[in-house]
């Protein structure tokens, strides 16, 4: 019939080519567009991105700190950009501030920043006079003054300290440096063994010559008071502890015991004068 056509294999080909040819070019192009594209991506995010002002800055703060606050104490500015920023050197300069005790600072590639502080955290507590009034003076297990006045933690939460501020208190003030051992065994202590540290209500200072001091503590339950050296450990504690319930059962009740050497060294009776 006339509508009719046969096309042989020579003709197929010769019609198939060129429809191969322009769609082999077409995904060529698509190719090509494609890996530009994704050059042109990993350009962007490995080289200009990071070289460029943090996109993000999640930052887990503290009240009493503004943001704004914590950037300018960690060196970072609007302009800083990720790879400048040295995660070690900012948690550094960030746990200088007074009311940080320590902080958690980590680079997210490839544009943001994540900030995590803690707040210090009162260890002691000593009164003091300001203004003509007695103080609460909260300190934390570095030395740092980081409250006054009020009622925190103020019932036997803590213990009493009493001989450590030289002069008038000031919030972010530290105690003299040769004191600041005292104030890391309590806090090692309070955490590891809370039970030795809530015994003792009040750890006084008795200082000695040429800068040097012993520990006199007050025990809860017992009106003996207890000379130690400047150390305070969990060991010499029980064993303190332990003597003073035989005192007591024995109905025996000296004015204060002597545990330098870590055993009881001498005992002062309750009317003689204290010897140093």
Not at 22 to 42: N, S
Not at 223 to 239: G, Q
Request: charged share 25%; with cysteine.
């Amino acid at each position: 019939m006339s509508g009719d056509f046969y096309y042989g294999q020579e003709t197929l080909e010769t019609i198939q080519t060129p429809v191969r040819g322009r769609l082999g070019k077409g995904v060529k192009r698509l190719l090509a567009v494609t890996a530009l594209l994704i050059g042109a991506e990993l350009v962007w995010l490995f080289l200009i991105q990071p070289c460029m002002p943090l996109a993000r800055i999640d930052i887990d703060g503290i009240s009493g700190i503004a943001e704004a606050d914590i950037l300018s104490h960690g060196g970072i500015g609007p302009r800083t950009s990720w790879l400048e920023i040295k995660p070690e050197k900012v948690k550094q300069a960030l746990e200088t501030h007074w009311m940080v005790d320590s902080a958690f600072v980590e680079k997210q590639f490839p544009a943001s920043l994540h900030i995590k502080l803690s707040k210090r955290k009162a260890v002691a507590v000593e009164l003091s006079m300001k203004d003509g009034k007695v103080l609460p003076v909260y300190l934390d297990r570095k030395g740092v003054i980081i409250e006054m006045g009020g009622d925190h933690g103020f019932s036997s939460s803590i213990p009493i300290i009493s001989g450590l501020l030289q002069e008038e208190p000031q919030l972010g003030h530290m105690v003299p440096a040769r004191y600041q051992s005292v104030l890391g065994d309590v806090y090692r202590i309070g955490e590891q063994e809370p039970a030795l540290m809530s015994a003792v209500s009040e750890i006084g200072i008795r200082k000695k010559n040429f800068d040097g001091f012993d520990l006199v503590l007050y025990p809860v339950h017992n009106p003996i008071r207890v000379l130690m050296d400047k150390e305070l450990n969990e060991n010499s504690l029980r064993y303190l502890l332990l003597v003073l319930d035989v005192l007591k059962e024995q109905g025996s009740a000296p004015e204060e015991l002597d545990f330098r050497s870590g055993s009881i060294a001498s005992y002062i009776p309750k009317g003689a004068d204290s010897v140093e």
